[in-house]
């Protein structure tokens, strides 16, 4: 149990466009999920946090305008990269807590790995 | 200063050897101490998880904390090709926010 996928897991997109990464709890309700990019041998960054039905808390320096999250259910969140940059291009990863559960269980999905040519 | 200082390595070890990985740490709020294991193009994956201070066995796997000195420990005995990967500690106060070390990158070489 506690599988979490992303989807796409690799995706290559032009500058300027928009890009969509689902995160999605397969097998357990998700009452929080975040999402975290990770740059080559660097450490995992926290970009928000998402709860179901409520706005999405961003980390100082993140553009909330920039990377939309959706929360719109217990087991569906969405990251969208708006006018992507190759700046952006970077490994995308969700994670999601379980329903009760102690927070620091956190169960992370495959990471998106996103390429902005 | 970072939150959360962790050697990258590469760290490269033969089969069979104990391995001993560490992180250490400025804020002596942080509770929560997690060890996750990647591997290449995954994500993250939970190894082991302790409170506060003390040590944790888990099969093949020991997490230590010693609060005092702000050092985390995470040991491997009879390291096995299959452990090969990066290992990343996290930390955490209130268990909302967690801050994570760059990760130390092991190969066990059979």
């Known amino acids: 149990g506690a599988v979490v996928s992303q989807h796409p897991s690799w995706v290559i997109c032009k500058s300027g466009t928009s890009v969509k990464i689902e995160c999605r709890s397969l097998d357990f309700q998700a009452t929080t999920m975040f999402w975290y990019r990770q740059f080559p041998k660097q450490s995992l960054m926290l970009m928000a946090t998402s709860n179901e039905g409520s706005k999405a808390t961003y980390e100082q320096g993140v553009e909330k305008d920039k990377f939309l999250i959706n929360h719109a259910s217990l087991t569906l969140s969405t990251l969208t990269v708006t006018s992507a940059h190759p700046e952006d291009s970077s490994f995308y990863i969700c994670s999601a807590t379980r329903q009760g559960a102690i927070r620091y269980e956190q169960y992370f999905g495959p990471g998106t790995r996103l390429t902005v040519t | 200063q970072k939150e959360v200082e962790q050697d990258p390595g590469p760290l490269s070890v033969p089969e069979g050897a104990i391995v001993s990985l560490n992180c250490t740490y400025s804020n002596s709020a942080f509770q929560y101490f997690m060890w996750y294991r990647q591997y290449s193009r995954k994500g993250p994956e939970l190894l082991m998880y302790t409170y506060s201070s003390g040590n944790k066995e888990d099969g093949r796997f020991t997490a230590q904390v010693d609060k005092s000195s702000k050092y985390i420990s995470l040991f491997i005995r009879d390291s096995q090709p299959s452990d090969s990967a990066t290992y990343l500690c996290?930390?955490?106060?209130?268990?909302?926010?967690?801050?994570f070390g760059t990760g130390t990158s092991l190969t066990v070489i059979p």
């Open positions: 996290a930390m955490s106060s209130t268990g909302n926010q967690f801050y």
